[in-house]
């Protein structure tokens, strides 16, 4: 009982120990994955596979339908029918190439053809997902647009009404859609756009594109309320009257030493 354990102990090891020996056959995922679109059938596949097995692990890269028909269910007839119908549908290709070994040309069969089809197909597949990725990502914003618009109606219709009376006319479609862009930017708050208007129509320019400079300057600045454009001001007059009190001393000075380049020598 126990010689009999150890001895199926030992055949799994050897078999495990000759499933690593023997390698395997690496088949790309995409070549599985798109191969019936591409029209290969099951058999046509597998056969394919069989076509790499034979060149990675007896590095036979024309096999004769004898040694495939070791490896197939199909009788030599199917495999020698199979293999021509993928050279005829483009998915394989005899090549030749230079055997360093016995100094000839020997014929290869070529997987080139198959891996053009399934990169087609891939790129197929993914400027697909990319544009219904784009059409998700368009209406999702439109459904947040919506739902934005919703929600600050009241603080929307407002901004335009402002615009709308100190311009003395009804706004373009781009111009209502500016107001959107500038209530996303301030977070629907309508303060800081409502202030620039003041000053755009103070100035005399009523256009959106100076009063879009301006909203820029703030934002530039990270000022957010009127609270902070008032001591941004008020820091930045600041700084002027210093630099200028600066300069009169040093004028000045220049003045005499004028003075006395002129009239004492």
């Given at each position: 009982m126990s010689f009999s354990g150890d001895k199926k102990g030992n055949v799994t090891a050897a078999f495990g120990s000759d499933l690593i020996m023997e390698g395997m056959t690496s088949v790309p995922n995409l070549v599985l994955k798109y191969y019936p679109k591409i029209g290969i059938t099951d058999s046509e596949m597998m056969l394919v596979i069989q076509l790499m097995y034979l060149q990675t692990a007896t590095n036979q890269h024309f096999p004769p339908l004898d040694l495939l028909a070791q490896?197939?269910?199909g009788d030599k007839a199917k495999i020698k029918a199979d293999l021509a119908s993928l050279i005829e549908k483009g998915i394989i290709n005899i090549d030749h190439i230079y055997c360093e070994t016995s100094d000839e040309?020997?014929?290869v069969y070529s997987y080139e053809p198959l891996f053009e089809k399934v990169s087609e197909l891939w790129a197929c597949e993914k400027v697909r997902l990319y544009q219904q990725m784009k059409k998700n990502l368009k209406?999702?914003?439109?459904?947040?647009?919506?739902?934005?618009?919703k929600n600050r109606q009241p603080v929307f219709a407002k901004v335009c009404?402002?615009?709308e009376k100190e311009f003395g006319r009804l706004l373009s479609p781009m111009e209502i859609e500016q107001v959107n862009l500038w209530l996303d930017d301030s977070d629907g708050r309508p303060e800081l756009i409502l202030e620039a208007l003041k000053r755009a129509v103070l100035l005399g320019k009523h256009n959106f594109k100076y009063i879009d400079?301006?909203?820029l300057e703030w934002q530039k600045n990270n000022l957010k309320t009127i609270t902070d454009v008032l001591e941004y001001e008020a820091n930045f007059r600041e700084r002027q009257l210093s630099r200028s009190s600066r300069r009169k001393p040093e004028a000045a000075e220049k003045k005499k030493d004028k003075f006395r380049v002129l009239y004492l020598g």
């Open positions: 490896f197939m269910s040309i020997i014929p209406e999702h914003d439109q459904r947040t647009r919506v739902g934005k618009n009404q402002a615009f400079s301006i909203l």
